[in-house]
């Protein structure tokens, strides 16, 4: 059922909501809460939509106040819904000029009694939530930052003013983050050298996800930008390795611990209906929250150089004993292994095609040749000496040759002419 009034009054407004809550067959509803919703004009449907979905699990009023400030006479419109897939009941209420400035006094006498009063700000709402007019009247302030545009320095005036029963949608939306980095070290005790968070540009939930593991663990914590969606991964170094939770497409993350096999965790975005579902479960003051805003101004005003983690702290022990072992058995077998033998190889060649190396190398290969020469001189020598001596020692041997031919040549003639000598004779 709706009930449309115009130029009315709270009076007129809960005669209107008893008089639909009778219609309905429902004269008592076990509600157990009031919801102040502070929207403008644009953005009601979708808060009213999200706190009619959380009123299923949290049966409660929901009262839409819609500021429209202004210099006119004030005045109050009002639409009240009951039953039609409304699990409570649901107000709309338009406040015009100077009635927008007194909110509270609209608000306050249709509330329900006796019960919690939750105020709920979608569009960001005030530096203070605890000094607002109607934040005054609630008993848990429920704000998102993700609704501003300078989220670090809101975080900032809402330490400084924080009050009991003070919350903010981006520390809600890291409440599955922060249980399963938990239970993570409850699970494997380990000593935690650093920690990274990856988020997209301007996201108010990894600051908060920061200041918290820097507050808890006493580490150094290193943000990076991630294309997102939202919050996209969490890392704390330890000795063994990483323990990571990734998260690249906003619905599945994957868990992973040292010496374990990663798990698949589904981790899906949460809508703003289960945000406030969750701030509806618990009332009472959250002091985790208040410590990280603190501990938020705090790594605000630290250097830079605090907030990032060195190679040492990210590299594990495990991978390091690997690498030195590797270096040492690469050192021992240098001379065995053709594989460094060829790396050195490429490694000379590598240097020789620099432009700096090319008179490098001309020169290494003049001393070379000069060197080699210097150790050829002396064999040189010797052999032309011996060459020498062979020369002179052939040399009389074919000079005495040619004599005996000469003397035998005489013997012959003499010979021949003793023998003419015979033969005149005898004729």
Wanted: charged share 25%.
């Amino acid at each position: 059922m709706i009930i449309d009034l115009t130029s009315t009054n709270s009076s007129e407004i809960a005669s209107a909501l008893l008089k639909a809550r009778r219609n309905a067959g429902s004269p008592a509803m076990g509600m157990i809460g009031t919801i102040v919703v502070v929207v403008d004009e644009s953005s009601h449907h979708d808060a009213l939509k999200a706190a009619n979905e959380a009123g299923r699990e949290h049966p409660s009023r929901v009262l839409v106040a819609i500021l429209r400030p202004g210099r006119g006479a004030g005045g109050l419109d009002a639409e009240v819904r009951v039953g039609e897939g409304i699990p409570g009941e649901a107000v709309l209420l338009r406040l015009h000029g100077d009635l927008a400035r007194v909110p509270e006094s609209v608000i306050t006498p249709l509330l329900l009694p006796d019960s919690p009063v939750i105020v709920w700000w979608p569009g960001g709402g005030p530096k203070v939530p605890a000094e607002d007019p109607l934040g005054k009247i609630g008993r848990r302030r429920v704000t998102d930052a993700a609704g501003t545009r300078r989220a670090t320095e809101v975080f900032k005036t809402r330490a400084e003013g924080y009050r009991p029963g003070d919350t903010d949608f981006a520390w809600t939306r890291l409440t599955p983050w922060r249980a399963l980095m938990a239970a993570a070290l409850d699970q494997y005790p380990t000593i935690v050298r650093g920690a990274e968070v990856v988020s997209a540009k301007g996201n108010p939930s990894a600051d908060l996800m920061a200041a918290w593991l820097q507050c808890r663990l006493g580490v150094p914590v290193e943000q990076k930008q991630s294309r997102g969606p939202g919050l996209t991964a969490v890392r704390m170094f330890t000795p063994a390795g990483p323990i990571a939770l990734t998260r690249p497409d906003g619905a599945v993350a994957t868990f992973s611990i040292p010496g374990q096999p990663d798990r698949p965790v589904a981790l899906k975005r949460r809508t703003t209906s289960e945000l406030l579902s969750e701030e509806l479960r618990r009332l009472d003051p959250d002091d985790v929250y208040a410590q990280t805003l603190a501990c938020m101004v705090e790594r605000e005003e630290m250097p830079d150089r605090a907030k990032v983690v060195d190679h040492t702290a990210r590299r594990s022990d495990q991978t390091a004993a690997e690498k030195a072992a590797a270096r040492t058995a690469g050192v021992a077998g240098k001379a065995a292994s053709p594989t460094l033998e060829a790396k050195a190889a490429r490694k000379t060649a590598a240097a020789a095609k620099k432009p700096g190396s090319a008179s490098k190398t001309t020169a290494a290969a003049k001393s070379a040749r000069k060197a080699v020469a210097k150790k050829a001189a002396p064999a040189a020598s010797t052999k032309a000496a011996g060459t020498a001596a062979t020369r002179k020692s052939a040399a009389p041997r074919k000079s005495a040759t040619p004599r005996k031919g000469a003397a035998a040549g005489a013997k012959k003639a003499a010979a021949k002419k003793s023998a003419g000598k015979r033969v005149a004779g005898r004729s």
